[in-house]
């Protein structure tokens, strides 16, 4: 059974209600201790330093440092749901011969068709005669006005239901949740992180700032809403993930200097390039953002004109 509402527009509209959970701080475990990771690096140095016209032996690579980190994001999900009244007109066309019409038990008179006239104007001044003139009669000439129609006034109901799923990373950049990994999550929170001396920049982790724009952005109400009905915003997530990586300062020939990132939880080795992962601990900036035109602008994946998300790293194009 449907539910009956007043459709007056002049009756105070509705407060929105909001229910929103408490921050969650969730660390994914590492499965990789300090001392493997100094073994996976020394293994991978070479390949790191690897060019198309470099083969660096392994006594010209040094581990200058290793340092364990933590790379956050920031992710928030529910519901939003919005019941409004607006008024509205419609122009209904009729078939030419209509004289009226019954709108719920009322007839409306539909007005008669006007015809205009269109008057000829004559311009001031010698015209050159043409061969057509003369061959047509002048003056005056009606045009008929288009097809009878009437307007009806309403108050339309309507209804908005929106899901709400945003992940950032580090830069507050929207990336696609299904992008991150899957491992075991310890329930944390702030004096479990400085007991595991888990240390990251607040700009990175201000969930309440990005609390407020989702919040914001999501319960932004059309324009012509004239009366709300019900209005109720449900946060059910609102988490703070952190996954532990590794952090290698290796230089090579005492020259050329490069950080290599070992990820803890996937095992995997790579000197990343661009933005895509927060940098280490020690590093004042982040790494170059130059790309080239069809990359992402995270990572450097080619992508194609029609991507949406980046497919290696996530980040929304």
């Known amino acids: 059974m449907s539910e009956e509402y007043d459709y007056r527009l002049d009756a105070p509209s509705a407060e929105r209600v909001d229910e929103i959970t408490d921050k969650k701080i969730l660390v994914a475990k590492s499965v990789v201790s300090e001392e493997e990771s100094k073994t996976i690096f020394e293994k991978e140095k070479v390949e790191a330093f690897k060019g198309f016209f470099r083969r660096p032996k392994e006594t010209e690579i040094v581990i200058k440092q290793i340092v364990k980190s933590y790379e956050p994001y920031m992710l928030i999900g529910g519901k939003y749901h919005l019941r409004y009244l607006t008024e509205r007109t419609y122009d209904i066309d009729l ?168 990820d803890a939880v996937t095992r995997k080795v790579e000197a990343p390039k661009g933005t895509r992962y927060a940098p280490p601990p020690d590093s004042k900036e982040a790494f170059s953002t130059e790309t080239s035109k069809g990359t992402c602008p995270e990572c450097g994946t080619d992508i194609e004109s029609d991507d949406v998300y980046c497919e290696t790293c996530g980040v929304k194009l």
């Open 95 to 262: 078939i030419d011969d209509a004289v009226s019409v019954f709108v719920l038990g009322e007839e409306i008179i539909v007005p008669e068709e006007i015809e205009e006239e269109e008057t000829e104007v004559d311009i001031k001044g010698k015209k050159r005669k043409g061969f057509f003139d003369g061959l047509f009669k002048s003056g005056k000439s009606k045009k008929s006005v288009s097809k009878p129609e009437i307007q009806l006034t309403g108050i339309e109901h309507v209804l908005i239901e929106k899901d709400i799923m945003e992940t950032r990373n580090y830069k507050g950049s929207s990336i696609n949740p299904d992008v991150l990994l899957e491992a075991n999550m310890l329930e944390g929170n702030e004096q479990f992180l400085r007991t595991n001396n888990i240390e990251i920049p607040k700009e990175y982790v201000d969930i309440e700032k990005f609390s407020k724009e989702i919040i914001d952005e999501y319960t932004q109400k059309p324009e012509n809403v004239q009366r709300v009905i019900s209005e109720k915003l449900t946060i059910t997530d609102r988490k703070i993930l952190y996954y532990p990586v590794f952090w290698a300062k290796m230089i090579y020939k005492d020259s050329k200097e490069k950080f290599v990132r070992l």
